[in-house]
Nanobody, 115 residues
């Protein structure tokens, strides 16, 4: 059972930046895909960004310009850098991993963008 633990959420003012980190309980070399999704109240969970085992990255709609994803296989982590944050970025951000055909989710970390 893979465990994913997110960290780095919090309250930030509009225009600010945050870095989220997700630590996996086993080697990320064996994980096909790691990524970040977000879910705002009353909305569906949506892709923010994901990185494949070969380093290929994919971003959700309108995410690539302000968000960046990176994966460190030596630390078993995947990070999400978020810049120029807007109130509409407020959501619970979830880490996702796919390993041997099974999808795992973290518990989520709250990001609130507000003045």
């Amino acid at each position: 059972q893979v465990q994913l633990v997110e960290s780095g959420g919090g309250l930030v003012q509009p225009g600010g930046s945050l870095r989220l980190s997700c630590a996996a309980s086993e080697s990320t070399h064996d994980i096909l895909l790691m990524g970040w999704y977000r879910q705002a109240p009353g909305r569906q969970r949506k892709l923010v960004a994901q990185v494949l085992q070969d380093g290929t990255t994919n971003y959700g709609d309108s995410m690539a310009g302000r968000f960046g994803i990176s994966r460190d296989n030596t630390k078993n982590t995947v990070d999400l850098r978020m810049n120029v944050l807007r109130p509409e970025d407020t959501a619970v951000y979830y880490c996702k991993a796919v390993i041997r055909g099974v999808t795992y989710w973290g518990l989520g970390t709250q990001v609130t963008v507000s003045s």
